[in-house]
């Protein structure tokens, strides 16, 4: 014969107490210590300011020595190039001329991601060698579709100076060399900063 256990509802209630109040310990106690305020005037974060730079970034694919390779090629016959992947590190001048002095490089990777049109992802770290910025990087992040006027992406961190940094960057085609597949870009950034 079966045996029927009866709890009764004190002795029910107070064990859904304990379960629930052990459950919640975690949350109260220190197993959550390594997060902590943090008062950001401390890190150096007084005031945010908004910068512009404008620079030129230029894709060498050729030559003995280019700047832009591809390391994946398109797997398909898109006329898109859907699937290719260069990887960067490419010279960022202050002028259109490659001879221009150069302030950074555009580090990181572009890769076709759109089997309509010619819509690059594009993931880069902007690392500055030049004057107070020497050191710091910023990283864009966004969708270049090449064939238009004027492309936007969005600049979502950075380090040293540019710790925090968020804002976005204008891109316009300067040149683009059909034969030998180079490109000279105009950046316009703008960049919240502190």
């Keep these: 014969m079966a045996r029927v256990f009866f709890i009764s509802p004190f002795y029910l209630s107070f064990f859904i107490f304990l379960i629930f109040s052990y459950a919640a310990i975690p949350i109260l106690g220190d197993e959550y210590s390594y997060v902590k305020q943090v008062d950001p005037k401390k890190m150096g974060m007084r005031k945010e300011k908004l ?20 390391v994946v090629s398109s797997p398909t016959n898109s006329t898109t190039a859907f699937g290719l992947i260069n990887m960067i590190d490419n010279p960022l001048t202050v002028g259109p001329k490659l001879s221009s002095k150069i302030v950074g490089k555009a580090q990181g990777l572009y890769t076709s991601a759109s089997q309509e049109e010619i819509g690059l992802l594009m993931i880069m770290n902007f690392a500055f ?6 050191g710091s990087t910023f990283t ?44 000279t870009v105009e950046y316009n950034a703008y960049v919240l900063h502190y």
């Design 51 to 70: 910068s512009h730079f404008r620079f030129y970034w230029h894709d060498i694919v050729s030559g003995p020595n280019p700047s832009s390779i591809q």
């Design 129 to 134: 060698i030049d004057g107070k910025y020497n």
């Design 140 to 183: 864009v992040l966004g969708r270049n579709t090449v064939f238009s006027k004027v492309r936007e992406m969005s600049v979502i961190g950075g380090s040293g100076l540019f710790r925090f940094a968020k804002g976005y960057v204008q891109v316009k085609t300067y040149t683009f060399n059909s034969t030998t597949k180079d490109a």
